[in-house]
């Protein structure tokens, strides 16, 4: 079992639409929350500063930069955080995550991803591999009803 982090990078959802968004900042919130109530810091990366995560007193630090490799980069450089945290800012987030550990970002300065694995958010994004199974289970529940005829 790995340490308490010290430091987590939580990644926003970035620029709200409509129907899109609005309950990763509360769920973000609620995180940034809940990981400071453990005595965690809390560095905060979102481009949008219409949310309630980007409010004052929330997370220790903000940085109102675009979710790209390129900034998300430059931000762990600097801030070096143990942790970073995909499940709170959506689709830009989780695609964020990928490609930091595509590109090795996150191995070379150590940050562990919290919650579900890059492993499964990568399998899960593969829409062809998530539905092998279901196929598979279909393909199977249709033999067996032919071969009862």
């Known amino acids: 079992m790995r340490e308490k982090p010290k430091k987590i990078l939580l990644l926003g959802s970035g620029g709200l639409r409509i129907g899109q968004a609005g309950e990763f900042d509360y769920s973000g919130s609620q995180a940034i929350k809940a990981f ?3 005595g965690i810091e809390v560095v905060l990366m979102n481009p949008n500063i219409a949310t309630v995560q980007t409010d004052e007193g929330f997370a220790d ?36 995550g990928l490609a930091l550990e595509k590109s090795g970002i996150l191995e070379k300065h150590g940050v562990q991803v919290l919650g579900t694995p890059i492993s499964v958010i990568r399998d899960t ?15 199977q529940q249709r033999s067996k009803s032919a071969s009862q005829l």
């Open 36 to 38: 400071k109530e453990d």
């Open 61 to 96: 630090r903000v940085y109102f930069l675009p979710l790209t490799e390129e900034f998300a980069t430059q931000v762990i450089e600097k801030e070096k955080p143990d942790a970073i945290a995909l499940s709170f800012g959506g689709q830009t987030a989780l695609n964020l």
């Open 125 to 139: 994004e593969d829409r062809d591999l998530l539905q092998r199974p279901t196929r598979r289970k279909r393909w």
